[in-house]
């Protein structure tokens, strides 16, 4: 191998061989001449003094790294090539606020592309990146080009331009003539086409890569056509908002459209649209069909037709659909004619057509079908029977409700050659409303029949039903109805009318349910015959049945009958009732009875029944046979103490006591109360009449008349009683005579010692 010497050009090297002479170097010492053998694109090789190189053959053991390679003007890069304007940058200056003069290495005659506002980036290979073979930088033109050719760039981020990057174009923030480039990956086998890019936001927008070609990133494939796409990370295809074909396409199946479409024996037509603002499309079946019964003669089915017997039937179909940024719809109908004639005249024609309905928004979801069909037959002996039926059903979904409507209505008329007329109309409807709040549905059902005799009579009847379903978080309502009416005028006019209603009521919450039934009759003028109804009310605390109504005559039939819990009483009220059974008092005198402590009945082993009240006991007659025992109570446990004067009042209890005990001042002071409820009761008060030195004396204070305190007119008015050195004392609480409302006491007897008043 030659050695590398300077062959004499300053700044060169290249190849070289010995002539075998010597000769004087610049230092004066001899050495062996060498002479070059470079010759371009012929022999040697040269290395200029700007680094420009020529030699036979290059060989790289590891990597071989440049910013471009140019063989033939074939243009060979790393992974990316971008379609668009572009220049290499000869040299730059930082101008130390962020922006930077770039200076472009241009060909004789060459211009400087890149404009003010263009969205620029630049791919650059940095040594010291250990593992990084290329770093992208972003800028932004801030000037045209100047007389230099010149352009000042301001950088994005941490990014500064390198000697000999290429710097290209992604984008412009104003011209929408240089917002377009094209990309073309050979890392993703995929080239891709970009379009409106104003800002760097827009340039890693999937949305503005408007085109694909290749191995295409799942992410850019709308949501919509993801499902029929797959699970697969890269799809290779097509992804454009618009598709135009001029020639044949070619079907999955090996067919073209056209052989789709016309090789049907049926009559088909189709229309297919896609636009920038959506794709519609429209498809028309139309089968036309006549039949004789000789034609079918062959066939088992068709010998069984009756001679003479001829069928014409008419079926078309057609959908149509539209996709847009808005919504997905489509619209399906389904329509048959047929006309059959028999052999003795009868003839038959009947329509039915089926319509569907699909629309999808962002916002709501509607699905809507219906079904007609019309009959009618007109026989040989002049009698006609028509028959309509209609059938529809609706779904709209929403983020907030689901609504679900059925409806199906049913016409009969048959005019019979008598002439007796027939008429029959049945409707029925159902809506179902479910939301986060509510769930209701509501049922409706209408028949109607009149009949017309020959004879002029005329029977109308009319049967109607309705209930309603109703359930939320907090509450379920259901609701039916039902009512017939009937009604017949005989040929001299006479009327006779009927109108039956039916109704009930569930209402349940957390608190209560209740049930409601109810049941009227009434006659042609409206005159109520016969109205009744039931109402059964539960709770925690009470459960309630009550029944009201009214008789023919209008006299009102009310029963009653509740159970609390507060310890209230049980009522039953009515004209008439009727109790069929055992009583309760078996169940009573076996096992006794306690409600709440306030009424208690035992029953001892002799079975004696023992009843204890805690209140009132009101009766207007009554035999008591035994004694009645009302057991005494000191005035601590059976009066009521005023806590600042410790002063005793008389409340609920009236055999009161004292037992000669202490107290501190030696002193019992009670009041009598003077509450008109009063009046009718015996209060006794009673002290022990054994004394000691210490025993509290009793004072009586209120409004009172005794026995010895008279004057010139009758008995004086007395407010204070001592009972002095024990005994008992009893009153009769009486109507005070001024005041009819409040009660005085009378005292009935004095067995006190020692006592006295004032």
């Given at each position: 191998m030659a050695g590398l010497i300077n062959t004499g050009i300053w700044g060169f090297i290249s190849s070289a061989k010995a002539t075998g002479k010597k000769i004087l170097n610049a230092a004066g010492e001899e050495v062996d001449e060498w002479v070059s053998t470079f010759v371009s694109g012929v022999s040697g090789w040269l290395i200029d003094k700007l680094g420009n190189a020529e030699f036979k053959s290059v060989f790289v053991r590891e990597k071989f790294i440049t910013n471009e390679f140019v063989y033939n003007r074939i243009r060979v890069t790393e992974d990316e090539e971008i379609v668009t304007s572009s220049i290499k940058i000869a040299s730059y200056f930082d101008n130390g606020d962020g922006t930077f003069t770039v200076y472009p290495d241009l060909r004789e005659a060459d211009n400087n592309p890149l404009a003010d506002s263009d969205l620029l980036i630049g791919y650059y290979h940095n040594p010291g990146n250990t593992g990084i073979i290329y770093s992208v930088q972003q800028f932004t033109a801030i000037s045209d080009p100047g007389s230099d050719q010149s352009i000042l760039l301001e950088a994005e981020g941490d990014s500064i331009p390198y000697q000999h990057m290429i710097i290209a174009r992604v984008g412009n923030l104003i011209d929408a003539e240089r917002q377009s480039f094209i990309r073309?990956?050979?890392?993703?086998?995929?080239?891709?086409?970009?379009?409106?890019?104003?800002?760097?936001?827009?340039?890693?927008?999937?949305?503005?890569?408007?085109?694909?070609?290749?191995?295409?990133?799942?992410?850019?494939?709308?949501?919509?056509?993801?499902?029929?796409?797959?699970?697969?990370?890269?799809?290779?295809?097509?992804?454009?908002?618009?598709?135009?074909?001029?020639?044949?396409?070619?079907?999955?199946?090996?067919?073209?459209?056209?052989?789709?479409?016309?090789?049907?024996?049926?009559?088909?037509?189709?229309?297919?649209?896609?636009?920038?603002?959506?794709?519609?499309?429209?498809?028309?079946?139309?089968?036309?069909?006549?039949?004789?019964?000789?034609?079918?003669?062959?066939?088992?089915?068709?010998?069984?037709?009756?001679?003479?017997?001829?069928?014409?039937?008419?079926?078309?179909?057609?959908?149509?659909?539209?996709?847009?940024?808005?919504?997905?719809?489509?619209?399906?109908?389904?329509?048959?004619?047929?006309?059959?004639?028999?052999?003795?005249?009868?003839?038959?024609?009947?329509?039915?057509?089926?319509?569907?309905?699909?629309?999808?928004?962002?916002?709501?979801?509607?699905?809507?079908?219906?079904?007609?069909?019309?009959?009618?037959?007109?026989?040989?002996?002049?009698?006609?029977?028509?028959?309509?039926?209609?059938?529809?059903?609706?779904?709209?979904?929403?983020?907030?409700?689901?609504?679900?409507?059925?409806?199906?209505?049913?016409?009969?008329?048959?005019?019979?050659?008598?002439?007796?007329?027939?008429?029959?109309?049945?409707?029925?409807?159902?809506?179902?409303?479910?939301?986060?709040?509510?769930?209701?549905?509501?049922?409706?059902?209408?028949?109607?029949?009149?009949?017309?005799?020959?004879?002029?009579?005329?029977?109308?009847?009319?049967?109607?039903?309705?209930?309603?379903?109703?359930?939320?978080?907090?509450?379920?309502?259901?609701?039916?109805?039902?009512?017939?009416?009937?009604?017949?005028?005989?040929?001299?006019?006479?009327?006779?009318?009927?109108?039956?209603?039916?109704?009930?009521?569930?209402?349940?919450?957390?608190?209560?349910?209740?049930?409601?039934?109810?049941?009227?009759?009434?006659?042609?003028?409206?005159?109520?015959?016969?109205?009744?109804?039931?109402?059964?009310?539960?709770?925690?605390?009470?459960?309630?049945v009550e029944i009201m109504g009214t008789d023919k005559d209008g006299n009102p039939n009310t029963i009653l009958a509740a159970i609390n819990a507060s310890g209230g009483d049980i009522k039953i009220k009515g004209d008439k009732i009727e109790i069929d059974g055992n009583l309760i008092v078996d169940a009573i005198m076996s096992t006794g009875i306690n409600i709440d402590d306030k009424f208690v009945v035992t029953v001892d082993e002799n079975k004696k029944a023992k009843v204890t009240v805690n209140g009132e006991i009101n009766a207007t007659s009554g035999t008591f046979e035994g004694f009645l025992k009302i057991p005494f109570k000191t005035f601590g446990e059976g009066a009521i103490q005023d806590p600042v004067t410790k002063e005793y009042i008389v409340s609920d209890y009236f055999n009161l006591k004292a037992d000669g005990d202490r107290t501190e001042d030696y002193l019992y002071i009670i009041n009598l109360p003077t509450d008109g409820k009063y009046v009718g009761t015996v209060l006794t008060i009673y002290d022990y009449p054994v004394k000691t030195r210490s025993s509290a004396a009793v004072q009586i204070k209120g409004k009172m008349y005794h026995p010895l305190n008279v004057g010139d007119y009758g008995l004086k008015l007395t407010t204070e009683i001592n009972m002095g050195r024990g005994g008992t004392i009893q009153f009769l609480a009486v109507g005070e005579p001024i005041d009819g409302g409040n009660c005085v006491w009378q005292g009935l007897s004095d067995c006190t010692s020692g006592g006295s008043f004032s």
């Amino acid at each position: 191998m030659a050695g590398l010497i300077n062959t004499g050009i300053w700044g060169f090297i290249s190849s070289a061989k010995a002539t075998g002479k010597k000769i004087l170097n610049a230092a004066g010492e001899e050495v062996d001449e060498w002479v070059s053998t470079f010759v371009s694109g012929v022999s040697g090789w040269l290395i200029d003094k700007l680094g420009n190189a020529e030699f036979k053959s290059v060989f790289v053991r590891e990597k071989f790294i440049t910013n471009e390679f140019v063989y033939n003007r074939i243009r060979v890069t790393e992974d990316e090539e971008i379609v668009t304007s572009s220049i290499k940058i000869a040299s730059y200056f930082d101008n130390g606020d962020g922006t930077f003069t770039v200076y472009p290495d241009l060909r004789e005659a060459d211009n400087n592309p890149l404009a003010d506002s263009d969205l620029l980036i630049g791919y650059y290979h940095n040594p010291g990146n250990t593992g990084i073979i290329y770093s992208v930088q972003q800028f932004t033109a801030i000037s045209d080009p100047g007389s230099d050719q010149s352009i000042l760039l301001e950088a994005e981020g941490d990014s500064i331009p390198y000697q000999h990057m290429i710097i290209a174009r992604v984008g412009n923030l104003i011209d929408a003539e240089r917002q377009s480039f094209i990309r073309i990956s050979s890392r993703t086998n995929c080239q891709y086409f970009y379009d409106g890019i104003d800002s760097w936001a827009a340039y890693s927008d999937p949305e503005h890569v408007r085109c694909t070609l290749g191995h295409a990133d799942i992410g850019l494939i709308p949501a919509w056509a993801r499902e029929a796409v797959g699970s697969v990370k890269r799809w290779f295809g097509l992804i454009a908002d618009g598709v135009i074909i001029r020639g044949t396409f070619i079907l999955h199946n090996d067919k073209t459209i056209e052989d789709e479409l016309n090789g049907r024996e049926i009559q088909i037509r189709g229309d297919f649209e896609i636009r920038e603002d959506g794709i519609t499309g429209k498809w028309q079946e139309v089968i036309k069909y006549a039949k004789e019964a000789s034609d079918s003669a062959s066939s088992a089915a068709g010998s069984a037709t009756t001679a003479g017997e001829h069928v014409t039937k008419i079926e078309e179909l057609s959908s149509e659909f539209n996709v847009n940024y808005e919504k997905l719809s489509a619209d399906f109908t389904h329509k048959v004619n047929t006309e059959t004639t028999n052999a003795l005249g009868a003839i038959t024609s009947a329509t039915e057509e089926a319509t569907g309905t699909l629309q999808l928004t962002a916002k709501d979801f509607v699905l809507a079908f219906t079904n007609l069909v019309d009959t009618k037959t007109e026989e040989a002996t002049d009698a006609i029977s028509e028959a309509k039926k209609s059938a529809e059903s609706s779904l709209t979904m929403t983020a907030e409700q689901l609504d679900l409507q059925f409806k199906k209505t049913v016409e009969e008329k048959t005019e019979e050659a008598t002439g007796a007329i027939t008429d029959k109309k049945e409707s029925a409807e159902s809506d179902i409303q479910a939301s986060a709040e509510e769930l209701t549905a509501t049922f409706n059902k209408n028949a109607e029949e009149k009949v017309k005799e020959a004879d002029g009579a005329i029977t109308t009847s009319k049967n109607a039903a309705k209930s309603e379903v109703e359930l939320t978080a907090k509450n379920l309502t259901a609701t039916f109805e039902e009512n017939v009416q009937k009604k017949t005028i005989s040929a001299k006019g006479e009327i006779d009318a009927t109108t039956e209603s039916r109704k009930s009521e569930l209402n349940l919450t957390a608190e209560r349910l209740t049930t409601k039934f109810e049941e009227a009759v009434t006659d042609a003028e409206g005159d109520i015959i016969k109205e009744i109804g039931t109402q059964v009310t539960q709770n925690a605390k009470e459960w309630k049945v009550e029944i009201m109504g009214t008789d023919k005559d209008g006299n009102p039939n009310t029963i009653l009958a509740a159970i609390n819990a507060s310890g209230g009483d049980i009522k039953i009220k009515g004209d008439k009732i009727e109790i069929d059974g055992n009583l309760i008092v078996d169940a009573i005198m076996s096992t006794g009875i306690n409600i709440d402590d306030k009424f208690v009945v035992t029953v001892d082993e002799n079975k004696k029944a023992k009843v204890t009240v805690n209140g009132e006991i009101n009766a207007t007659s009554g035999t008591f046979e035994g004694f009645l025992k009302i057991p005494f109570k000191t005035f601590g446990e059976g009066a009521i103490q005023d806590p600042v004067t410790k002063e005793y009042i008389v409340s609920d209890y009236f055999n009161l006591k004292a037992d000669g005990d202490r107290t501190e001042d030696y002193l019992y002071i009670i009041n009598l109360p003077t509450d008109g409820k009063y009046v009718g009761t015996v209060l006794t008060i009673y002290d022990y009449p054994v004394k000691t030195r210490s025993s509290a004396a009793v004072q009586i204070k209120g409004k009172m008349y005794h026995p010895l305190n008279v004057g010139d007119y009758g008995l004086k008015l007395t407010t204070e009683i001592n009972m002095g050195r024990g005994g008992t004392i009893q009153f009769l609480a009486v109507g005070e005579p001024i005041d009819g409302g409040n009660c005085v006491w009378q005292g009935l007897s004095d067995c006190t010692s020692g006592g006295s008043f004032s």
